[in-house]
């Protein structure tokens, strides 16, 4: 004789029980979508007075890190005092600003194409370094002291933006009244070099850290 039994409803989980159960994936992405902007300015004549670049100058102040900023240039030169601004806005820009040469950069021209973050050159370009320019109206004893004061400027001013692209023999010599030309392929070599003495060297590095890491004996 077969027995029957009653069938027993299929007993539903906890929700505790399903709750603890629920594996914590090891590994998730979250995904941000953000906006880069690029800005482009095109310097292609002599540098003016500084309130004709108060669009660039505000802009490479407001800008975010997201922001890239390329800076054209193809200039003769030109106002000392608006380019050390457009130099000083660089530096204190959180935008990457790439300096891209075109053409020929000189006097002032040259040194705002070796401020930007990131630097590019065409082929066919020119550099010009030189001695500044500047009349000055006063006393003679306020004319000197003018000469003495400027000069020890230009002269810190050329050291902390052209060196190490300039040797400090080449800033002194420009400082004697000497001009300093340079090409797209010197150019180059130049950058090249600047880019292989600021990269990191593992031996060296590795020597250090098993230097520091040697007990002292007395």
């Not at 941000?32 to 802009?59: H, K, V």
């Not at 106002?79 to 820009?93: H, M, R, V």
Request: with cysteine.
């Amino acid at each position: 004789m077969t027995r029957r039994y009653p069938s027993l409803p299929d007993a539903k989980p906890d929700e505790d029980e399903e709750t603890t159960n629920t594996e914590t994936p090891l590994f998730r992405r979250h995904e941000t979508q953000l906006t880069l902007r690029q800005i482009s300015f095109y310097l292609s004549d002599e540098i003016g007075p500084p309130l004709a670049y108060t669009d660039l100058l505000n802009t490479l102040r407001t800008a975010g890190e997201n922001d890239m900023i390329l800076l054209h240039l193809n200039t003769p030169g030109g106002n000392f005092d608006t380019g050390l601004q457009i130099i000083n806005n660089i530096s204190a820009s959180k935008a990457h600003v790439i300096t891209v040469l075109e053409a020929r950069a000189y006097s002032m021209g040259a040194m705002i194409f070796l401020a930007g973050h990131e630097l590019i050159v065409h082929d066919n370009c020119q550099l010009m370094f030189h001695n500044y320019s500047s009349s000055i109206i006063g006393k003679g004893n306020e004319q000197h002291a003018q000469v003495l004061a400027i000069g020890k400027w230009f002269e810190k001013t050329m050291s902390r933006i052209c060196h190490p692209f300039l040797t400090r023999e080449e800033i002194d010599s420009i400082l004697r009244g000497e001009d300093i030309w340079m090409d797209s392929d010197e150019i180059r070599r130049r950058l090249n070099r600047m880019n292989q003495r600021s990269k990191p060297d593992p031996a060296k590095a590795l020597r250090l850290k098993n230097k520091a890491d040697k007990p002292a004996t007395s």
